[in-house]
């Protein structure tokens, strides 16, 4: 069984460590982790360290780092523009991703999205399901999750593709970058509208899709990121 990470805002190199707060009242308390056992740390920018726990109380851990190490960030790195759609179905979708390797979430107010962030709650909660997700998963690198735009203020960098079931070319045939970035374009559940296809177009991006069948925007962008992880080596 693998390790269990808990995220700190600094990582140690060597030596003794506290491990408090609210990640320390989850390994102590909640998991009930105990003396002898050892665990990951990490700082979410590509720092992971292994230690030993030496002492459980209340709330916390005390910790014998053992081991400190950088992961090197993706190159490519996958970007998703994530259309902002109701309930539980973005939380699961920004799940899925952060699991399978998004490097950076945009949640998107597209044209056709039934759900209408009123405030700052939505993008907390996604923040915060990215923020476990990676935990569950192990990650070193903790994905961004952006501020919400409009199809205005979409920015698209580096080599973009539309996720899109009338589209000719499959993803498995699109042609992807050796470096830089590769920006994944989700829309909600209503699908992207025609003007916003064209402008996107009209950017440069590019119309692929995963097969015949038609994804929820749920599960769309963690599909795109899977099948690009092996053509990438990633996997």
């Known amino acids: 069984m693998s ?4 995220l700190v805002a600094e990582l140690p190199v060597a030596g003794g460590f506290r491990l408090d707060g609210p990640e320390g009242h989850h390994a102590a308390d909640v998991q009930r982790i105990t003396a002898g056992e050892r665990l990951l740390l990490g700082d979410g920018r590509g720092g992971l360290a292994t230690a030993v726990v030496t002492g459980a109380r209340k709330g916390a851990l005390e910790l014998d780092v053992e081991h400190a190490e950088h992961v ?3 190159d490519p790195s996958i970007t998703v523009v994530q259309g902002i759609a109701k309930g539980e179905r973005g939380e699961l979708a ?5 699991e399978l390797g998004v490097d950076r979430i945009v949640p998107w107010q597209a044209a056709r999205s039934i759900a209408r962030w009123k ?3 939505p993008l907390e909660r996604w923040r915060s399901t990215v923020r476990e997700a990676a935990k569950q998963s192990r990650r070193p690198w903790l994905p961004e999750v952006t501020e919400p735009r409009t199809s205005r203020q979409l920015h698209l960098t580096g080599a973009v593709l539309v996720m899109h079931e009338e589209a000719a ?3 498995s045939a699109a042609e992807l970058p050796a470096e830089g970035e590769i920006t994944l374009v989700v829309g909600p559940e ?6 916003e296809l064209d402008a996107l177009a009209a950017a ?13 925007t749920s599960s769309a962008g963690a599909a795109a990121i899977a099948a690009l992880s092996t053509r990438l080596g990633r996997w």
């Open 119 to 121: 405030d700052a709650k």
């Open 204 to 216: 440069g991006a590019r119309p692929v899709r995963l097969g015949r069948e038609v994804l929820r």
């Open 72 to 74: 090197p960030a993706h």
């Open 94 to 98: 920004v799940q899925l991703m952060t």
């Open 3 to 6: 390790l269990p990470l808990f």
């Open 169 to 171: 070319v499959p993803l």
């Open 190 to 195: 209503g699908g992207i509208a025609p003007e």
